[in-house]
């Protein structure tokens, strides 16, 4: 039986309205309307639709799939988003599930080891301390927060819309927690980006950013604590006034010059005016749209491994589009840039098969 639900996917993953999908595929704006509502299309209207949207026509026959509700999930920057980006990312939502649903049927993955800090989401930085000592880090920094994030069961996967209003986003499905990055933005953007939906994931349990008008800040406060703990902090970067001194020292977390400086100011180590002076400072040097002196991209160790150990079997990204009946294009922007070369697996890989 056709599915309406997967040819809505297909659609928004395409940006079309009903209107234009109608136009390309040279049917009514009623029939496509219709058919997302359960109508049943004849053949050859199946097959318009699955051309003009260049997805296999196996893909609307499977059982529905998950659908995102946008108050559900926590976006960075609603606002600023249009409907059709907003829709293309959920529809991404949707694709990135079956995808690990996929891989969870064949491999052992981590399973999630998030606690609920909904009850301390008006207290973001105490949140940040309770999460770091369920997961027993102390107060040094995370060497590799994607790894990290990985090991404690969250599912990461990469957004493939190319657009400045789409940051990133997170959500929670059938308990497990999903998290999608902007592989556009520079690797201190990215960890940043990765620990702030770390923090809807904890702070805004299951309800999305939605619930609280200031779960943006919330995140953003989050992130900054659970990345540069206070005590350490306070230690390394006690005697730091300038912005030279504050970008050779801005590697040991891993984050961006402007982030470390906005959290110096925050725990009372740089003046309002000394934190404004070095802003300015460093926007002059280009660290306001940029990270001149960069660290390295974080990459999945999961998907690193998987996608190793599935061509140890002669098994590729295509063999993966195939079952899931999707583009490969689809496969390669859900994965774009999370997972650097593909080699042989160690006889250790942190992951298994579930059979062989």
Partial sequence: MFNGERLKIARQRRMLSGLKLADKAGVTPVTVSKIENGHQPEDYVVDRLASALTYPREFFFLPSPAILDVDTVSFRSLKKMGAAERDASLAAGSLGVALYDWIDDRFNLPKPDLIDLSRDRGRPESAARL??????????????????????????????????????????????????????????????????????????????????????????????????????????????????????????????????????HKLGLLSEWSHRSICIELGKMGFRSGEPQGVDRETSTVLAKVLAVLWSKRLTKRDIASDLAVPLEEIETLIFGLTGPVVAPPIKSGISLVSS
């Fill in 131 to 264: 999460l770091r000592q369920h997961w027993g880090l102390g107060e040094k920094p995370i060497g590799n927060v994607l790894k990290l994030l990985e090991a404690k069961g969250v599912r990461v996967l990469s957004l493939s819309e190319r657009t400045p209003n789409v940051d990133a986003y997170s959500f929670w499905r059938n308990d497990r927690p999903y998290v999608f990055l902007n592989q556009e933005k520079t690797a201190e953007r990215s960890i940043f980006d990765s620990a702030h939906e770390l923090g809807h994931l904890v702070l805004h349990h299951h309800a999305g950013a939605k619930t609280d008008r200031d779960a943006e800040t919330q995140a953003d406060q989050f992130a900054s604590a659970f990345l540069m703990p206070q005590e350490d902090v306070l230690n390394e970067a006690g005697h730091i006034y300038s912005a030279k001194q504050i970008i050779a020292k801005k590697s040991r977390w891993r984050v961006s010059a402007m982030a470390l400086a906005y959290r110096m």
